[in-house]
């Protein structure tokens, strides 16, 4: 049908309206705290499904053998972690019972801990190491302890103490007497300019031992005091002390925070006073630390002694507490084995099953 000039004109001049209409959507919510509000229920939902999968997929409770259970509940039960529980028990041998099971985790356990074979490593080799860890945990007596032993291999002419530790009312003065009865002299140092200086005048000494101030983990004074030992001319490897009846939380915050470039090994103190090994063999496994000595009183110097990784794990497994939070249900391991601690636990998978 022809269209008059007229009216082809009028719809020409409407055309930018209609098309403008068209092209008009509502405006987005931009608000960033908006925003990151619907991002994080995305991000709930999914850990939550996430979550749920897991357990169900671990769980099937009537197709999982009984015997995987039963493992899986004792080794919680010893206060082995989740992520190494779950581990031991998702690849140790099928068709056998909880107790072969049992014996294959301890045996797995004890390849996997890395110990000082020989002290002769350790004494003969010499050089300068220094003790730290938090407050309390046992430094200034497992000092004395390690300079008994370098005393009777060396002599006492061959061994020098330095104590950083000005802080704490006697520190020094209970290292000082440590050092008289075994006839060394204790220097102090208070800063990383003393240490160097103290340092360079013990050059000719087989080996020096240096107790430093505890302090938490949580303090930033930590760094500094890493920073202290890391920057002498003298090399200073550093043995980290760890208390045998602290948490798994605790004792991983710890190695976290004192780790630093890195730790020649640690040493495990207060075993006498421990429930159970499986906390701290626990994180020393799956934190790769090479475990020198443990503590097991305070007699010095005989309450000191090189780690032997099968009496320590079997000490764990023998010594299991019975309380009941450590006891767990069939739906309860459900739950367990699917949270989001457990999932994102890869420290356990490099340890060696062969």
């Known amino acids: 049908m022809a269209c008059s000039e007229d009216a082809f004109a ?18 987005l919510n931009t608000d960033p705290e908006q925003l990151n509000h619907v991002v994080d229920e995305i991000r709930a939902m999914r850990d939550s499904l996430e979550s749920q999968i897991a357990g169900i997929s671990w ?13 899986l509940k004792e080794l919680l039960a010893m206060g082995f972690s989740a992520g190494l529980a779950r581990y031991l028990t998702d690849n140790a041998p099928s068709n056998v019972s909880v107790e072969e099971r049992l014996e294959w985790a301890k045996g797995v356990l004890a390849k996997n801990l890395s110990v000082l074979r020989n002290e002769d490593d350790l004494l003969e080799q010499g050089g300068v190491y220094a003790l730290i860890g938090p407050t309390g945990v046992g430094k ?58 103290a340092l360079e005048e013990l050059q000719n000494k087989h080996t020096v031992l240096i107790d430093t101030v505890g302090m ?17 001319k003298v090399p200073v490897k550093r043995l980290l002390c760890l208390n ?3 948490t798994i939380e605790t004792l991983n915050e710890v190695i976290n925070a004192y780790r630093g470039s890195g730790l020649e090994g ?74 989001e601690e457990v999932r994102n636990d890869s420290s356990a998978r490099s340890l060696k099953i062969d």
């Open 10 to 27: 009028a719809i020409i001049s409407q055309e930018p309206r209609i098309s403008m209409q068209l092209n008009t959507a509502p405006p």
């Open 59 to 71: 769980s099937g409770a009537p197709a999982r053998p009984p015997e995987q259970v039963g493992t």
């Open 140 to 197: 200034t007596t497992t000092t004395a302890k390690l300079a008994a032993r370098c005393v009777m291999r060396h002599g006492a002419g061959q061994l020098a103490l330095i104590t950083t530790d000005a802080y704490r009312i006697g520190a020094h003065e209970q290292l000082r007497i440590y050092g008289k009865i075994l006839g060394v002299i204790v220097h102090s140092v208070k800063d990383e300019v003393d240490l160097r200086i």
């Open 216 to 232: 938490s983990q949580r303090d930033q004074m930590v760094t500094e005091q890493i920073a202290m030992l890391s920057g002498t």
């Open 244 to 246: 045998s009846t602290s």
């Open 266 to 339: 640690c040493i495990l103190t207060k075993l006498d006073e421990a429930p159970s090994l499986s906390n701290a063999l626990d994180v020393v496994l799956r934190q790769k630390l090479r475990l020198f000595y443990v503590g097991t009183g305070q007699r010095v110097p005989e309450d000191l002694e090189i780690a032997e990784p099968e009496q320590l794990v079997s000490k764990a497994f023998t010594k299991s507490p019975k309380n009941k939070a450590n006891r767990y249900e069939n739906n309860e391991l459900a739950i367990l084995m699917g949270s």
